[in-house]
């Protein structure tokens, strides 16, 4: 079922929607989910969270891209849970994801934060898209997704170590430009 089908049927508030959301969206979801938690059944817990989301928010949105805007709220809801639990020393999934990441993305200061934060996705979504597609879709795949390196590297058919430095090159290249505009890292 397209899409727009989908949404159809959360406007008309028929339940098939969320039947068909798990059809079409639910490997999708849980993936994330797992990549993040590690743990099947809490990602279980966020995608069926993700699923309730959707009947709460359509309407009276209707998400132009139904697969981005699933796959943010499941994400969302991850982290949420990751947090939570991380307080609680249960889950090391994320922590190597945000480690590497720290050195090139600037830490929240101020009130600002909000507007800085819309200005940061500028940036970064503009330094996405001069890269080529196959480093748009492993930097994407690896911390977006959350998808462990082992696992990318085998996808690749390229050796863990040999992905690593490709991913280190990639997280040099996001703080240089994110310098070069500016943002104090």
Not at 19 to 29: D, M
Not at 110 to 128: A, D, H, N, S
Not at 143 to 171: C, D, F, H, I, T
Request: charged share 30%.
């Amino acid at each position: 079922m397209e899409d727009v089908e989908i949404i159809e049927l959360y406007w008309q508030r028929n339940e098939q929607a969320i039947v068909e959301t798990a059809q079409k969206y639910g490997a999708f979801c849980h993936s994330i989910a797992k990549n993040i938690l590690s743990i099947d059944e809490d990602a279980e817990e966020c995608v069926n969270d993700a699923f309730h989301q959707a009947w709460n928010a359509i309407p009276p949105q209707r998400p132009v891209r139904f697969r981005a805007w699933l796959g943010k709220t499941v994400r969302n809801l991850a982290l949420n849970l990751w947090n939570k639990n991380h307080a609680q020393k249960r889950y090391a999934g994320m922590t190597l994801l945000l480690t590497e990441l720290e050195d090139c993305i600037p830490a929240p200061q101020t009130v600002e934060r909000e507007i800085e934060e819309k200005e940061l996705t500028g940036l970064l979504e503009r330094w996405l898209r001069s890269m080529d597609r196959e480093d748009q879709i492993l930097f994407v795949r690896r911390y977006w997704n959350g998808m462990a390196l082992k696992e990318l590297a085998k996808e690749q058919a390229v050796s863990p170590g040999k992905l690593a430095q490709r991913m280190y090159r990639l997280r040099l290249s996001l703080k240089a430009a994110l310098e070069e505009e500016g943002v104090r890292i």
